[in-house]
């Protein structure tokens, strides 16, 4: 059984004919099956159209990065930085790489929703590739195939691919650091080491810390199966760590040394600087809450749910999660523990087994640390698990499916199929009303297969075609229908999620879009950590769900005429002021001017202090200041009362006329 799990010897063949390079391009190198290389292009092919098709229905999708990506078509230093404004005020509250190649490609081709919206579902059909080609190198074409397709249909990675917040370049990344892990096991390379750890050094400067989850499955897998002696292993792995610093580091390091009153302030950190952004805010906040994160006690169960559901092992089953993710989870663990049970007395560099400590160990690492997230953690986050459930389920899959002349693997090849049919059903009937027939079918050709597979080895081996496929529609429908109707609703705001509208999963469709300042069906006091489960906290957006304030989502918003010509024709350095970067942003979209946010994300950043507000004032820098915006008054816990956004809106309401403009109290500073 484990010889069959393991790889198989290698038997001398005679060289194939050489193929040209048109046949290479449609058919694969001579040596691949011919069926491999045409399924892949048909695969790539769908998973294209599936992340583009209509694609502009979101609008701008998140208005939040779309207006940095605005500003870095408009400012070099705005690009550099990741800058909200062009005017250069305060960043975005994340690293900006994933702001530096959607940028280069609105620059390119102009900035528009499609420019904003398509780099992302470019990046989702590379990283279905790479999945493909990582998964290829350990366990065959057809694998590989599955994983692909599987990690394509994903409802989460439909979502995250067809949105411009910062997960698609942070999966691709990751998949491209596993990719290179795999080239490095093959003969102890160095430099393929190098280049994984420089390629999740990126992932940091994409999303911080979460790039480095899977830094511990990285460093285990190549600890354990490199084909080297241990004291190569770990010098390679120190090696790979320089390679992460230097990679993450260098930008930390252009910051820190670019003098502060040249660079635009770094958004959500407390003290202008990318490491206290990383450890503080967006690193041990998100974790233990606190840092504008929320904190412990309020929420759904023992903890702050962070718009994820209660804490726990079953976070990533709940409401919030299931439908994003989960869809294959069980099987994937099922496989996992398939995998490592029958390869438990393989060689140390087994390559199959390699493969599942590589996957499962990202797998688990990551599902651990969301499931017991105390701070803000939203369910598109499990994005992240994508790739690792994918290859796990198909890795899995093709091995038991090898070996499934033995019952105990078919048993474990039953419980993958069971589970899945069963969990399908249950995730489906969540939304009772969604495609009840697909709710049923799904359980009884599971149902059967599971049947076929336990009570009748023969059947097994004679109808191997038939039954091989029908355990693949049951492994992939229920999630795969899901993933098609992310794909038909439009998805804006800042909090989106997967699946059809009004789907009781998650948040709901897509719809309407970020503006500023109130909850949505609240009395409008955002209660950070008081929201039920499925309704949004710390005053955020929820995917389809609108903001007061009077700014709505899509291309140009919903700002009134007014408002926005008003702030077209203004000539200063900021057309205007407002709080908050929701706010601000949709002001920049509607307008093409820069516009100051004050207090950053959540309105409690100390940037710009009174002292700088006043000094643009007197400089002429600023034109208008809008009220009644953003999320400001402190919410996040960092700003308070005496925050500067208070004591900016104390300063101009003493000192300003107010008018009322298309329904917006604005001051006139000039």
């Known amino acids: 059984m484990t010889a069959l799990l393991t790889e198989p010897p290698a038997t001398p063949a005679a060289e194939p004919p050489a193929r040209g390079r048109l046949a290479r391009l ?30 502009t229905a979101s609008g701008y999708g998140n208005s939040f990065y779309a207006a940095a990506v605005q500003a870095g078509t408009q400012d070099w230093k705005a690009w550099l930085f990741g800058s909200l404004d062009s005017g250069n005020a305060i960043t975005v509250d994340k690293p900006p790489a994933a702001l530096w190649l959607t940028t280069a490609f609105a620059r390119v081709f102009g900035f528009s929703s499609f420019t904003v919206l398509a780099p992302q579902a470019l990046m989702g059909v590379a990283a279905v590739a790479l999945t493909h080609a990582t998964v290829k190198r350990t366990s065959g074409h057809l694998a590989g195939l599955l994983a692909g397709a599987a990690l394509a249909v994903t409802p989460v990675a439909v979502l995250m691919f067809r949105f411009n917040n910062p997960d698609a370049l942070l999966v691709l990344l990751m998949v491209a650091g596993a990719y290179c892990l795999v080239r490095a096991l093959e003969r102890a390379s160095l430099k393929w080491v190098l280049l994984a750890g420089s390629a999740i050094g990126f992932a940091f400067l994409t999303k911080m810390l979460q790039g480095f989850l899977v830094l511990p499955a990285f460093a285990l897998v190549y600890l354990v199966a490199a084909p080297t002696s241990l004291g190569r292993r770990v010098a390679h792995l120190f090696a790979a760590l320089g390679a992460v610093v230097v990679s993450a580091g260098w930008f930390i390091a252009l910051v820190d040394l670019w003098p502060s009153d040249s660079r635009p302030y770094i958004g959500g950190s407390t003290d202008n600087t990318l490491l206290e952004l990383a450890l503080g805010y967006n690193g041990l906040g998100r974790i233990l809450g606190g840092q504008g994160n929320g904190g412990g006690g309020g929420g759904m169960g023992g903890g702050n749910t962070g718009f994820g559901g209660e804490t726990g092992i079953s976070r990533m089953f709940g409401a919030a999660f299931g439908g994003e993710i989960s869809w294959l989870l069980p099987a994937a663990l099922v496989a996992l523990v398939a995998g490592l049970w029958f390869t438990r007395r393989a060689p140390r560099t087994d390559r199959t087994r390699a493969a599942l400590l590589l996957w499962g160990g990202w797998l688990i690492v990551t599902a651990v640390v969301f499931s017991f997230m105390s701070g803000t953690v939203h369910p598109y986050y499990s994005v992240a698990l994508a790739p690792a459930i994918a290859a796990l389920v198909a890795i899995g899959g093709r091995e038991l499916w090898r070996a499934r002349k033995f019952a105990t693997a078919r048993a474990f090849l039953a419980a993958m199929v069971g589970v899945t049919a069963v969990w399908d059903h249950v995730l489906l009937a969540r939304s009772s009303d969604y495609a009840p027939v697909i709710r049923y079918a799904v359980l009884v050709v599971g149902f059967v297969v599971v049947l076929v597979v336990l009570l009748d080895p023969r059947r097994v081996a004679k109808g191997a075609v038939a039954l091989a496929a029908a355990a693949v529609l049951v492994v992939g429908v229920g999630g795969g229908a899901w993933a098609v109707s992310t794909a038909g609703q439009a998805h804006t705001g800042s ?12 948040f709901g469709g897509g719809g309407g879009g970020g503006g500023g300042g109130q909850m949505p069906g609240g009395d409008g006091q955002a209660q950070d950590g008081q929201a039920q489960d499925g309704q949004a906290q710390d005053g955020q957006m929820q995917d389809g769900q609108m903001q007061d304030g009077g700014m709505r989502g899509g291309p140009g918003g919903g700002t009134s005429s007014e408002v926005v010509e008003l702030l077209k024709s203004a000539t200063s350095k900021w057309a205007a002021a407002t709080t908050g970067s929701q706010s601000a942003a949709e002001l920049e979209l509607s307008t093409g001017k820069a516009v100051i946010a004050i207090g950053g994300w ?69």
Do not use: C, K
């Open 26 to 55: 449609v058919l694969g190198p001579a040596d691949a099956p011919r069926y491999a290389r045409p399924a892949l292009l048909l695969l790539l092919a769908a998973t294209a159209a599936l992340y583009l098709w209509d694609l």
């Open 495 to 506: 909090i989106p999620s997967s699946g059809p509208a009004g789907s009781s999963m998650g």
């Open 602 to 670: 959540s309105g409690s950043d100390n940037a710009p202090t009174l002292e700088q507000f006043q000094r643009a004032v007197a400089n002429g820098e600023i034109s208008y200041y809008i009220s009644g915006g953003g999320m400001g008054g402190g919410m996040g816990g960092r700003g308070g009362s005496e925050s500067s956004t208070s004591a900016i809106a104390t300063w101009v309401q003493e000192n300003y006329t107010a008018q009322t403009v298309g329904g917006s109290t604005l001051y006139d500073l000039r």
